[in-house]
């Protein structure tokens, strides 16, 4: 994991004016090739952690993951139990 969270695209949106952010809704990771496990999700709560340290409105950010080979059963697991 890097050290610091990286953007992609133009930046961040959602902005209320200045000096003033809307929470963010979502971070998330996608894979092409390989099953997304725990370990996927961990980076992904280590991500939003990092942003809260950074002041960012993570109060109701969930996680997403997307993977084209699929999910592990613990991660399914992990899943039904917080859905």
Do not use: I
């Amino acid at each position: 994991m890097p050290d610091e969270p990286r953007r992609s695209g133009g930046g961040r949106a959602g902005s209320d004016g200045p000096g003033r952010r809307q929470a963010l809704p979502s971070v998330g990771l996608a894979r092409w090739n390989g099953v997304l496990d725990l370990p996927h999700l961990h980076e992904v709560q280590r991500l939003v952690a990092a942003l809260a340290e950074l002041g960012e409105d993570v109060s109701r950010t969930r996680p997403a993951l997307y993977g084209a080979a699929g999910f592990s059963a613990r991660l399914r697991s992990v899943e039904a139990q917080t859905s």
